[in-house]
C-alpha cells in the first residue's frame, strides 16, 4: 500500500521533478522572508492566513497532489480492483494536505520562538488554531479539484486557475464592502484565537463539507469511463 501511494510522484519526469523543486524554493523563500519580519504573533498569523496561504502554501498541496494522483492503465484497472484507485488518491489527499500544513505550520512555530514571540500559553493556542485552519484549507480545495478530476477533466487544465481563483479573489474581495473574503474562505479564515469557536464555526462545518465532498467524488469516480481516460 505504502508502495503504491507514492509510486505516480516517482514515474514524474526529471524535468517536471525539477520545476516542482525551483518552485517550492521560491515558495519556501518567501515564505521565511516574511516570517523573519518583527511582527507580533496575532498580526503575523493573520497576515500569513489572509495572504501567505493562498499564495505559497495552497498551490504547493495542489501541485504535490495533483502530481501524484494515481490513475490506472488499461492494464492496471484488468488486474486490480478499480477502488484501488479511489483509495490511494484519498489516501495521497489527506496525507498531502497533512504533510503542507506540518511543515508550513512549523516553520512558523520555529521562526517565532527564535524571535521571541511564543512566550505565553495563549498564544499556542493561536498556533494550534493556524494548524487546523492550514489543513481544511489545503483538504477543501484539494476535494473540489479531485472532484474535477474524477469528472474525467484532466489536472493539467484544473490546476492553473485552482491556483489563480484565491489569488484573484483575495486580491477583489478585500476591495469590496462587507465580510465576503471571510465566506469565501470560510475554513481558513482568521475569526480569533479562540480554539472553540474554531471548532464551533469552521470545523464542524468542515467535517460536513468533507463528507459531502467525499460522496460526490465517489459518485463521479463510480460513473466515470475509466476505460476511456486510459
Same mark, same amino acid.
Given at each position: 500500500m505504502i508502495n503504491d501511494l507514492f509510486m505516480p510522484i516517482r514515474r514524474v519526469s526529471a524535468h517536471v521533478r525539477g520545476l516542482m523543486w525551483i518552485a517550492a524554493a521560491c515558495g519556501l523563500a518567501y515564505y521565511l522572508s516574511v516570517l523573519q519580519q518583527s511582527m507580533p504573533l496575532p498580526v503575523l498569523y493573520r497576515g500569513c492566513m489572509v495572504e501567505l496561504a493562498e499564495r505559497v502554501i495552497l498551490p504547493a498541496n495542489l501541485m504535490l497532489f495533483c502530481m501524484g494522483c494515481a490513475r490506472f492503465g488499461a492494464f492496471e484497472r484488468v488486474r486490480r480492483d478499480p477502488r484501488d484507485e479511489f483509495h490511494l488518491n484519498a489516501a495521497w489527499l489527506a496525507l498531502v494536505a497533512l504533510s503542507i500544513a506540518v511543515s508550513a505550520w512549523v516553520l512558523f512555530v520555529v521562526a517565532n520562538m527564535l524571535k521571541g514571540?511564543?512566550?505565553?500559553?495563549?498564544? $499556542?493556542?493561536? =498556533?494550534?488554531? +493556524?494548524?487546523?485552519? #492550514? &489543513? +481544511? +484549507?489545503?483538504?477543501?480545495?484539494? #476535494?473540489?479539484? $479531485? #472532484?474535477? +478530476?474524477?469528472?474525467?477533466?484532466? $489536472?493539467?487544465?484544473?490546476?492553473?486557475p485552482a491556483i489563480a481563483i484565491?489569488?484573484?479573489?483575495? &486580491? =477583489? #474581495?478585500?476591495?469590496?464592502p462587507g465580510d465576503l473574503t471571510r465566506y469565501a474562505f470560510y475554513f481558513w479564515?482568521?475569526?480569533?484565537?479562540?480554539?472553540?469557536?474554531v471548532l464551533v464555526r469552521q470545523v464542524a462545518p468542515f467535517i460536513g463539507y468533507c463528507i459531502l465532498l467525499t460522496m460526490a467524488n465517489m459518485a463521479a469516480f463510480n460513473c466515470s469511463d475509466r476505460l476511456r481516460l486510459s
Open positions: 514571540s511564543l512566550c505565553e500559553s495563549g498564544q $499556542w493556542s493561536l =498556533c494550534v488554531v +493556524m494548524l487546523l485552519q #492550514l &489543513f +481544511m +484549507m489545503n483538504m477543501s480545495v484539494a #476535494l473540489l479539484v $479531485w #472532484l474535477l +478530476m474524477n469528472l474525467g477533466i484532466p $489536472w493539467g487544465q484544473i490546476l492553473p484565491p489569488i484573484i479573489a483575495d &486580491f =477583489c #474581495l478585500k476591495l469590496m479564515y482568521p475569526i480569533g484565537d479562540s480554539l472553540v469557536a
